[in-house]
Each structure stands twice: as C-alpha cells, then as structure tokens.
Nanobody, 122 residues
Framework: QVQLEESGGGMVEAGGSLRLSCVSS????????MAWFRQAPGKDRDFVAA?????????KYADSVKERFTISRDNTKNTVYLQMNSLKPEDTAVYYC??????????????WGQGTQVTVSS
C-alpha cells in the first residue's frame, strides 16, 4: 500500500500562484508515473498533469492548464510538485495526487491522496 500526502493548498487571488506538494511512501517512487487531478463541487475528477517515471523528462498537461502549471518530481524526496501560476477562479477545486498509473483517466491510477483544497478568488 502506498500512502500519498498532499500539501500546499490554500486561498489565493486570481493571477496568483501556489505550489502543491505530494509525498509518497513508496520505496519504488522513482518507478511510478505520478499525476495530479482535480475535482470541483458537483463535477467529475479531471486530469491536470502527469509526469513520467525516472527523471521525469516527459510530462503531459490538460489543455486548460498548459503554459500555467508545471509538474515536477524529486526522487530523492519521494515528492511530486505542481507549480500553479496565473491562477483563475475556474481552477478552484480539490487537487489530488495519484500514483502508479498512466494516461488521463482517474480509473487508471492505483493510489490516491486525500486531496488539498485550492480556492481562487476573483
């Protein structure tokens, strides 16, 4: 079983920035594709970004966050990050870290964190 713990959420004004962190308990962290999803009230859980295993040289983003969000990983700290810039009110959601999966569907990931709330005010 892999434990994931997110942090870094909060409230920010539109145009601001936040950096989310997700620490994994997995001994094989560097072998896992890691991803971020988000879920707004009453909506489905949507893909945000994913980063490849190993050195994370490959990443993928949802169109809605391209050029604004950056996913990265530090295998020495078992941590994946999501740097969020130029935040918009529509980015408001609970953000979830996911591990050991692939693609953009939540059903393809094995492990999940509890989520961290991000609220962007206009």
């Amino acid at each position: 079983q892999v434990q994931l713990e997110e942090s870094g959420g909060g409230m920010v004004e539109a145009g601001g920035s936040l950096r989310l962190s997700c620490v994994s308990s997995a001994l094989s962290f560097s072998e896992h594709i890691m991803a971020w999803f988000r879920q707004a009230p009453g909506k489905d859980r949507d893909f945000v970004a994913a980063i490849d295993w190993g050195d994370g040289s490959s990443s993928k983003y949802a169109d809605s966050v391209k050029e604004r969000f950056t996913i990265s990983r530090d295998n020495t700290k078992n941590t994946v990050y999501l740097q969020m810039n130029s935040l918009k009110p529509e980015d408001t959601a609970v953000y979830y870290c996911a591990a050991r999966g692939s693609g953009t569907s939540p059903s393809m990931y094995d492990f999940w964190g509890q989520g961290t709330q991000v609220t962007v005010s206009s």
